[in-house]
């Protein structure tokens, strides 16, 4: 007799704990949906931020090359009748000209650190993706926005 009562009790409790079990997932499952979504579109944004950056860094590295050219071409060509005076403009052109091109290395640098966070960021969602297609049935499915894909430098996408 004391079983069966125990047994009753028991049987009325688990209705109420599935339902805050079932409630609890629904709002996780929820809350990881959004932070997919969110995610999502930040990858596009610093996707964009990324081909900025490069196309940028392109156009300084050109740039420091014609500067460069222009420079030290120059030196070759004028000799050894100059001043004083226009040696240490060139001196001081030569170190600017160094010193932006270890700011573009580093801004290439930067780029590239950017580019591997984001590639960790779009692993972290294909996870997530995945453990999202995998809930049990009666479970809330949104429809999940795709991953945008990394585009390879020099290929662009054809519109």
Do not use: C, W
Request: glycine share 6%.
């Amino acid at each position: 007799m004391v079983y069966k009562k125990k047994a009753s009790e028991l049987r009325e409790k688990q209705t109420p704990l599935r339902q805050r079990i079932k409630d609890h997932i629904q709002v996780v499952t929820e809350s990881i949906e959004r932070i997919y979504t969110v995610a999502t579109e930040r990858v596009q944004e610093v996707q964009g931020t990324i081909a900025q950056l490069k196309a940028d860094s392109e156009k300084k590295r050109r740039q420091i090359a014609e500067l460069r050219t222009e420079a030290f071409g120059a030196d070759d060509q004028e000799g050894e009748d100059e001043g004083g005076d226009e040696e240490e403009d060139e001196d001081e052109l030569k170190m600017s000209l160094r010193e932006a091109a270890r700011k573009q290395e580093e801004n290439d640098s930067n780029i590239i650190q950017m580019q591997r966070d984001l590639e960790t960021v779009r692993r972290t969602l294909q996870r997530l993706e995945t453990k999202l297609q995998r809930r049990g049935p009666g479970m809330a499915t949104i429809p999940l926005p795709k991953i945008p894909s990394q585009q390879q430098p020099g290929k662009e996408k054809k519109q």
